[in-house]
């Protein structure tokens, strides 16, 4: 398609025509529809009349305007419905997604180990273990947040995300 790399700019409007109006697998619709209230018109079709652009041509002035008027009123329901779309959408991705996730759950007094993320202080390195501990499980929260104790029993003044740890096996 293209023959050289400096004539980009030539071939940008191609590529935007096929990105607005193909047709979104979140919402449904195309964003030509979603913006205009119509079906867009490929250039060839002007040429070689389609089925919409004959319909359209056949009407008078008054016609038109009245058909119009009815499909901008209809607008509304076109952005809701694919709001609708774009939440079912969301909500089976998310089906999809937890269907292969387990739930790490964690017992008050188990023992556990806390990952060392490289923008903490006790990071020394690419090479030292990303892991330290064991700590204590003292409270179990909501949401999946849980406070830790040192083994001597000093509590952490923060609460840690279940994802951070991982259970310790002596």
Same mark, same amino acid.
């Given at each position: ?7 980009? %700019? ?8 096929? %990105?607005? *109006?193909? =047709?979104? *697998?979140?919402?449904? =619709? *195309? ?6 209230? *119509? ?5 060839? &079709? ?16 008054? &016609? ?5 008027? &009815? ?13 609708? %779309? ?9 089906? +999809? ?5 387990? +739930? ?54 923060? =609460? ?11």
């Amino acid at each position: 398609m293209i023959d050289n790399y400096k004539d980009w %700019h030539e071939q940008l409007s191609y590529a935007l025509l096929g %990105h607005r *109006t193909t =047709a979104r *697998t979140s919402t449904g =619709a *195309t964003l030509y529809l979603l913006v205009y209230v *119509t079906n867009a018109v490929i250039p060839i &079709e002007v040429e070689i009349p389609s089925l919409q652009i004959i319909q359209e041509i056949e009407l008078d002035d008054a &016609e038109w305007i009245h058909k119009r008027y &009815e499909q901008l009123a209809l607008i509304d329901e076109k952005r809701m419905i694919a709001v609708c %779309h774009g939440q079912l959408y969301q909500q089976s991705m998310a089906r +999809a997604f937890n269907k292969y996730v387990r +739930a790490r759950v964690f017992q008050i007094g188990q023992l556990v180990l806390k990952r060392i993320f490289p923008n903490q202080e006790e990071y020394k390195g690419k090479f030292a273990p990303n892991w330290q501990g064991p700590y204590m499980v003292r409270k179990v929260l909501s949401g999946g947040a849980i406070v830790l104790a040192e083994i001597d029993g000093q509590e952490w003044p923060k =609460a840690i995300n279940s994802d951070a740890i991982k259970r310790y096996y002596v």
